[in-house]
């Protein structure tokens, strides 16, 4: 599976994004899909998951603003995300595993980062 991020940018305090993560490969419809974040000097953190059906899971810092959802048919996972803050900004990565914990950084493919910048 090969997976290509796209969407980022710069952005002012209260404004909106939307990241899109494109996958090949006939198995990406059943695998999850995840977005991680990583800020300069920090860890690479869990923001949120789709699994193959559907389900979605969000770290408690954007829970209520940031929504994840996915197109099986166009191979694509999409992340809006609203209300941001500064403390938004980091190099998102999306990546996609066919199995393992969802909300840890283990998964077995990944994109290239988008950068968001997010003003204050």
């Known amino acids: 599976v090969q997976l290509q991020a796209s969407g980022g940018g710069l952005v002012q305090t209260g404004g909106s994004l939307s990241l899109s993560c494109a996958g090949s490969g006939h198995s990406f419809r059943s695998y999850t899909v995840g977005w991680f974040r990583q800020a300069p000097g920090k860890a690479r953190d869990f923001v949120a998951a789709i699994s193959w059906n559907g389900r979605t899971v969000y770290a408690d810092s954007v829970k209520g603003r940031f929504t994840m959802t996915r197109d099986n048919a166009k191979r694509t996972a999409s992340l809006q995300m609203n209300d941001l803050k500064p403390e938004d900004s980091a190099t998102y990565y999306c990546?996609?595993?066919?199995?393992?914990?969802?909300?840890?950084?283990?998964?077995?493919?990944w994109g290239q980062g988008t950068l968001v910048t997010v003003s204050s």
């Open positions: 990546a996609a595993q066919s199995t393992g914990q969802i909300t840890t950084p283990n998964y077995g493919y």
